[in-house]
């Protein structure tokens, strides 16, 4: 039997309890629930109303300081497997990855919390396509991924990224080192014997030339745009692929080793 004062107690505990909430807290069925609570006039937040006020909190949050380390690891991820995801006024960052990445993933986490960007690695292992690590075929049982907290801080980058789609920004000519060198490790990959490339297929073709233009700027690195059927993707060129190395090299974890010509599928440096 419903208790007025136990559940006048609980809502005295936390007043955002709804009546779904003091259903389950009691192991009664929802009707009677609601039933009851008109019945005793109890006053309790709607689905609604505790939303709104959620909300409002959220709103109410100061501002994230994105430091110029986790600028950099956004900027990167961004152009590769990072998105910004829009929760009602304000936005996350997600980072998503094939959960035969994890060590990969667990890496980006260790950095973003260096770069005093606070993050939650979750993981779900409940689908079923391969993967391709290090050239074999791996199954692949799942994703592991990296979110942050929602915050204000994140609207400019959605901002700046969506048009609707994603597309490329004019601040990507901050990218530094650190951030080519996640962008590379995301999308980036070997070109047997003659360099290397990046699948920004995903982008347009004004995002590509922009892509081009940053990387002769910041970099130094000439890059050509190439078709992949009907996409476009870009290539660096064999004579700038050390250069290249060179800047990315002291930023690639062991278990992306392998994407650096001079070591085998496994990471490991080859002897000269």
């Given at each position: 039997?419903?208790?007025?004062d136990?559940?006048?107690?609980?809502?005295?505990?936390?007043?955002?309890?709804?009546?779904?909430?003091?259903?389950?807290?009691?192991?009664?069925?929802?009707?009677?629930?609601?039933?009851?609570?008109?019945?005793?006039?109890?006053?309790?937040?709607?689905?609604?109303?505790?939303?709104?006020?959620?909300?409002?909190?959220?709103?109410?949050?100061?501002?994230?300081?994105?430091?110029?380390?986790?600028?950099?690891?956004?900027?990167?991820?961004?152009?590769?497997?990072?998105?910004?995801?829009?929760?009602?006024?304000?936005?996350?960052?997600v980072?998503?990855?094939?959960?035969?990445?994890?060590?990969?993933?667990?890496?980006?986490?260790?950095?973003?919390?260096?770069?005093g960007?606070?993050?939650?690695?979750?993981?779900?292992?409940?689908?079923?396509?391969?993967?391709?690590?290090?050239?074999?075929?791996?199954?692949?049982?799942?994703?592991c991924?990296?979110?942050?907290?929602v915050?204000?801080s994140?609207?400019?980058y959605?901002?700046?990224?969506?048009?609707?789609?994603?597309?490329?920004?004019?601040?990507?000519?901050?990218?530094?080192?650190?951030?080519?060198?996640?962008?590379y490790?995301?999308?980036g990959?070997?070109?047997?014997?003659?360099?290397?490339?990046?699948?920004?297929?995903?982008?347009?073709h004004?995002?590509?030339?922009?892509?081009?233009?940053?990387?002769?700027?910041?970099?130094?690195l000439?890059?050509?745009?190439?078709?992949?059927?009907d996409?476009?993707?870009?290539?660096?060129?064999?004579?700038?692929?050390?250069?290249?190395?060179d800047?990315?090299?002291?930023?690639?974890?062991?278990?992306?080793?392998?994407?650096?010509?001079?070591?085998?599928?496994?990471?490991?440096?080859?002897?000269?």
């Amino acid at each position: 039997m419903l208790d007025k004062d136990l559940i006048l107690a609980k809502l005295e505990e936390n007043p955002e309890l709804t009546v779904c909430n003091l259903s389950t807290m009691f192991n009664e069925p929802l009707k009677n629930m609601r039933d009851f609570i008109e019945r005793e006039n109890i006053k309790t937040f709607s689905f609604s109303e505790k939303l709104a006020l959620r909300n409002k909190i959220l709103c109410t949050q100061p501002p994230i300081e994105i430091s110029p380390m986790a600028n950099q690891l956004i900027l990167g991820s961004m152009l590769g497997d990072g998105s910004i995801i829009r929760k009602r006024t304000n936005c996350i960052l997600v980072v998503r990855h094939s959960l035969v990445q994890k060590q990969y993933v667990l890496h980006k986490y260790k950095l973003f919390e260096q770069s005093g960007l606070h993050v939650k690695y979750s993981e779900r292992t409940n689908s079923y396509r391969n993967g391709i690590i290090n050239g074999r075929i791996i199954k692949d049982n799942g994703y592991c991924q990296i979110v942050t907290k929602v915050n204000q801080s994140f609207n400019k980058y959605r901002e700046d990224w969506y048009n609707p789609k994603k597309e490329v920004p004019d601040t990507i000519y901050e990218l530094g080192p650190i951030g080519l060198a996640i962008w590379y490790m995301d999308d980036g990959a070997i070109h047997h014997p003659t360099g290397a490339y990046f699948s920004t297929n995903g982008f347009n073709h004004n995002s590509q030339l922009k892509l081009q233009d940053m990387m002769i700027k910041n970099f130094g690195l000439t890059v050509h745009i190439h078709k992949n059927k009907d996409k476009e993707i870009l290539y660096l060129i064999q004579k700038d692929y050390n250069k290249f190395v060179d800047i990315i090299k002291e930023f690639v974890c062991p278990e992306m080793n392998y994407k650096i010509i001079g070591h085998n599928k496994q990471g490991e440096l080859l002897e000269s």
